[in-house]
């Protein structure tokens, strides 16, 4: 599976963004997508995810209510939708995919076989 992440770009504090990761090689069934992102010094960290066959999303706490992951099957493309973004937000974001995680493993990005290549985010204040 191939995944390719866009939509990255520079914006100021309040604005909103959305990246997109189209999967290629399979249809989503019951793959699981997820977002991480990375900023510098610092480690990979869980954004959310969309688990398996559109059950249910989770969310980071940092990101909560802020920022929404969808998924339209027939594009093979999974957004996340980021709003009220603030200069923390700042990173590199990576989408990330599995057919086989288990859910007590979906934070953790070492269990994902599929990455995209990642999309740069900065939010200016």
């Known amino acids: 599976v191939q995944l390719q992440a866009s939509g990255g770009g520079l914006v100021q504090a309040g604005d909103s963004l959305r990246l997109s990761c189209v999967a290629s090689g399979r249809t989503f069934g019951s793959y699981t997508t997820a977002w991480f992102r990375q900023a510098p010094g610092k480690e990979r960290e869980f954004v959310g995810a969309l688990w398996r066959s559109n059950i249910r999303t989770y969310y980071a706490d940092s990101v909560k209510g802020r920022f929404t992951i969808s998924r339209d099957n027939a594009k093979n493309t999974v957004y996340l939708q980021m709003d009220s973004l603030t200069p923390e937000d700042t990173a590199v974001y990576y989408c990330?995919?599995?057919?086989?995680?288990?859910?007590?493993?979906?934070?953790?990005?070492?269990?994902?076989?599929?990455w995209g290549q990642g999309t740069q985010v900065t939010v200016s204040s």
């Open positions: 990330a995919g599995d057919s086989t995680l288990i859910l007590s493993s979906l934070r953790n990005p070492k269990a994902y076989d599929d």
